[in-house]
């Protein structure tokens, strides 16, 4: 069948060839999330399966981090992946066949999972899976909206406490803190609050940005903007960038926030002319800048700094330390690395170095590749891995290789095999200089392997319920709310008429 996809969109032109390959590429999409859910059921079908649903790296994340890897992307990503895997396979078959013939999108499915996800009674599921997979190639058109409404419909013909309710929008109330890989050193913010603590946040915004002096040169919204960085700083007002000695307004209120920003030298007094406050009008069209005469710093976890934004907002009152490469130094005595080794692992490695993580050093374990005391304290043994990265690597099979440039290489449960390298290696590739390689101890005292296997095993987190208890826990709660709703509704039609 998929084979007669591609021979159909190899034939077509024009618009017709959009439209071929756009099946082509759904094809591909149900073939790749039915693989991920082949993932989960072998793990699931492992001896110890069931004692590993109680682990805080359960079978769940552990499938997740195959999916991850296998597509270079992060954890959470793959989890949404997975769980509209499952649901294909185990809730809606009838959706998913029709979903490998091309004929339904990612956005479609993705819908009929989330909306159908408290359907509990398996027979009202099958009918609605039947209906689903009849009705659905003829919704192609409908906007998202309208798609929602249909399969809302069809969901409370078949059990009306499972309508996923309007009512619970503010469950999904978020912030989202988006850092563009455009080099411009400026993020953007989105999200949704409480409406109560939405004005409380704009009024406050409105009157820090208030309370500088008439000289300060940038506009409303851009003191707005700094005054919500402020906030994060943990400062109650915004200091005045009027420059003037007199100006009651300019002493900034002392930071409780610690950011990392890693930047070369000539970087901290880039003098390139560059207006950050106030009004910009151009009379003509501006001339591309050309490339940039000094390189920019990178804020930890987050992205490029440019030189003047570095130099010009952050470099006077920043505290400077240097970052000093280790050479071909042998290593350290201990098992926990000096604050100078530790800093400089975690400026060469920028990140959790698990393939797809993006998790900042500065919030990363530092592991050492191979355990100590056999695998010695020194940069070639040591990287970043977040914290279930690395409770992945210690539980759950996966095998790493590390070289002196920094170079990992991961082998996964399944044999797949995956190359990270240094997050400096682009902006910062003297960090990459090879260091010291690790020689291993085998004299070190360490335990059998039988008793270390157990010991780390007694140390792993546990979960108070496990997954699936959860989710059918929220399911139940969010169906106890819908069929109040409904008894309301109903009782409410069913009152008598008022004559």
């Known amino acids: 069948m998929f084979e007669g996809l591609v021979a159909a969109a190899e034939g077509a032109r024009g618009a017709g060839a959009i439209g071929a390959w756009a099946r ?79 004929a339904l999108t990612y956005r479609t499915v993705a819908a009929v999972a989330h909306r159908s996800r408290l359907v509990r009674d398996a027979g009202a599921l099958r009918k609605l899976d039947t209906e689903l997979a009849t009705q659905l190639c003829g919704w192609a058109t409908l906007s998202t909206e309208k798609l929602h409404t249909a399969i809302d419909t069809c969901v409370d013909r078949y059990d009306p406490a499972a309508v996923r309710r309007t009512e619970y929008a503010a469950r999904g109330r978020h912030i989202d803190i988006h850092n563009p890989a ?129 130099a010009g907002k952050l470099a006077a009152t920043a505290t400077h330390q240097p970052l000093i490469h280790p050479g071909q130094a042998g290593p350290e005595p201990r098992y926990r690395p000096s604050a100078k080794l530790a800093w400089f692992v975690r400026c060469r490695d920028m990140t959790c170095r698990f393939p797809g993580c993006d998790v900042a050093a500065t919030d990363c374990d530092l592991d050492h590749t191979i355990a100590y005391p056999a695998g010695p304290t020194q940069a070639a043994n ?26 990992v290489e991961w082998t996964s449960r399944e044999g797949q095999t995956y190359t990270t390298h240094p997050g400096s290696r682009m902006l910062f590739p003297q960090l990459c200089r090879p260091t010291a390689p690790a020689i291993i101890d085998h004299t070190a005292d360490t335990d059998s392997e039988g008793d ?43 009152k008598p008429p008022p004559f």
């Open 382 to 407: 040591l990287k970043c891995l977040c914290r279930q990265h690395h409770l992945l690597k210690t539980f759950a099979g996966w095998r790493d290789k590390q070289y002196p440039d920094g170079r």
């Open 452 to 494: 270390a296997s157990q010991a780390r095993t007694l140390k792993m987190p546990r979960r108070k319920q496990t997954r699936t208890q959860a989710r059918q826990q929220a399911i139940n709660d969010e169906r106890r709310h819908n069929q109040t709703i409904v008894d309301q509704l109903l009782a409410e039609r069913n």
């Open 24 to 102: 082509v590429e759904n094809a591909a999409c149900a073939r790749r999330l039915a693989a991920a859910a082949d993932v989960l059921e072998r793990l699931i079908a492992e001896a110890g399966a069931v004692d590993r649903e109680q682990w805080c790296i359960d079978n769940w994340t552990i499938a997740a981090a195959e999916v991850a890897a296998a597509q270079g992307v992060s954890l959470g990503v793959a989890s949404h992946q997975l769980l509209l895997a499952d649901d294909l396979r185990r809730r809606l078959p009838q959706v998913a066949g029709v979903f490998a013939t091309g």
């Open 182 to 310: 455009d080099g411009s050193g400026a993020a953007t913010i989105d999200g949704t609050l409480v409406a109560t603590y939405a004005d409380a946040l704009d009024a406050r915004l409105d009157a820090m940005a208030a309370a500088v002096c008439a000289h300060d040169p940038r506009t409303a919204e851009q003191r707005r903007s700094d005054a919500l960085g402020a906030i994060g700083h943990g400062a109650e007002r915004l200091a005045c960038a009027c420059g003037r000695a007199d100006c009651d307004a300019a002493a900034p209120t002392p930071s409780t926030v610690v950011v990392h920003v890693i930047a070369r030298e000539d970087s901290l007094g880039d003098d390139t002319p560059a207006m950050l406050d106030g009004h910009v009008s151009y009379s003509q069209e501006p001339e591309p800048a050309g490339p940039a005469a000094i390189d920019p710093g990178y804020l930890m976890g987050k992205g490029l700094l440019p030189a003047p934004l570095l």
